[in-house]
């Protein structure tokens, strides 16, 4: 089983090892490369009229060229771009070529796809995703050359959504106020986190081993853990321990 699945699970460890959304991002692009990707851009589709301004609170991942970046997002070409047009009810993958074929408005195609290029970003393959409360997310992946039409592209289907869902996480964890944990209770846990034992963090910390015992067990509750390996986990998560 280990073997069969080798890529995926070093692809999920090498994700949830990330702490930050350049780490995600260079895990997909590692991916996506094999493809000829270059550049990705994910986030959060508007199910409804938004103002220009709320865009940014709703991308998720942005590793394309800087400039065409400030071009894309200054000018609002996310409303008349055909892929996001076409996510507007497509809920299966597709090429960026493909949403162009579908695009009634010629001007828009030429216009995205005219200075796109201009960026070394030819085609692409776009990855939506359903989240469970009903919004709608999407990755999408750009290159500078043609997808070849013998590309198994539903590859990075799978890591596509396992990286939204890792971002989501990252941005709900931010959001969370952090537990108010007492020195001593770092200190405790911090030492657990090292694989030190009760006995032996009341040793470097010279205090009783059942005062050791007292200040994880407080830890714990504040960070709403079920045992201690569970709090030493929720810790790094939250960025607590490092």
């Not at 162009?100 to 692409?124: M, N, P, S, W």
């Not at 539903?154 to 989501?168: C, P, T, W």
């Not at 030492?191 to 009341?202: F, M, P, Q, R, V």
């Given at each position: 089983?280990?073997?069969?699945?080798?890529?995926?699970?070093?692809?999920i460890d090498a994700v949830e090892q990330t702490r930050t959304?350049?780490?995600?991002?260079?895990?997909?692009?590692?991916?996506?490369?094999?493809?000829?990707?270059?550049?990705?851009?994910?986030?959060?589709?508007?199910?409804?009229?938004?103002?220009?301004?709320?865009?940014?609170?709703?991308?998720?991942?942005?590793?394309?060229?800087?400039?065409?970046?400030?071009?894309?997002?200054?000018?609002?070409?996310?409303?008349?771009?055909?892929?996001?047009?076409?996510?507007?009810?497509?809920?299966?993958?597709?090429?960026?070529?493909?949403?162009?074929?579908?695009?009634?408005?010629?001007?828009?195609?030429?216009?995205?796809?005219?200075?796109?290029?201009?960026?070394?970003?030819?085609?692409?393959?776009?990855?939506?995703?359903?989240?469970?409360?009903?919004?709608?997310?999407?990755?999408?992946?750009?290159?500078?050359?043609?997808?070849?039409?013998?590309?198994?592209?539903?590859?990075?289907?799978?890591?596509?959504?396992?990286?939204?869902?890792?971002?989501?996480?990252?941005?709900?964890?931010?959001?969370?106020?952090?537990?108010?944990?007492?020195?001593?209770?770092?200190?405790?846990?911090?030492?657990?986190?090292?694989?030190?034992?009760?006995?032996?963090?009341?040793?470097?910390?010279?205090?009783?081993?059942?005062?050791?015992?007292?200040?994880?067990?407080?830890?714990r509750e504040k960070l709403g853990a079920v045992n201690r390996?569970?709090?030493?986990?929720?810790?790094?998560?939250?960025?607590?321990?490092?």
């Amino acid at each position: 089983m280990p073997d069969r699945f080798s890529k995926t699970l070093r692809f999920i460890d090498a994700v949830e090892q990330t702490r930050t959304t350049a780490e995600v991002e260079d895990c997909l692009l590692v991916l996506a490369a094999e493809f000829g990707f270059t550049g990705l851009f994910g986030g959060l589709v508007p199910t409804r009229p938004v103002h220009v301004s709320e865009i940014p609170s709703r991308i998720l991942f942005q590793r394309y060229p800087t400039e065409w970046a400030a071009r894309y997002n200054g000018k609002g070409y996310i409303f008349i771009d055909p892929v996001v047009q076409r996510l507007s009810y497509e809920r299966n993958p597709f090429t960026w070529r493909e949403s162009y074929e579908t695009c009634t408005q010629e001007k828009h195609v030429q216009l995205i796809r005219g200075e796109a290029t201009e960026f070394g970003l030819y085609d692409g393959y776009v990855v939506p995703i359903s989240t469970i409360d009903g919004d709608i997310a999407a990755l999408s992946f750009g290159g500078p050359g043609a997808i070849p039409a013998s590309a198994d592209l539903s590859v990075l289907n799978f890591a596509a959504s396992y990286a939204i869902g890792r971002r989501l996480h990252h941005l709900a964890a931010a959001r969370r106020p952090a537990p108010d944990l007492t020195p001593r209770e770092w200190d405790c846990l911090l030492w657990a986190g090292e694989g030190k034992t009760d006995w032996e963090i009341s040793v470097i910390l010279g205090i009783s081993r059942s005062t050791v015992i007292k200040h994880i067990t407080s830890a714990r509750e504040k960070l709403g853990a079920v045992n201690r390996a569970h709090a030493i986990a929720t810790a790094i998560r939250t960025k607590l321990l490092r």
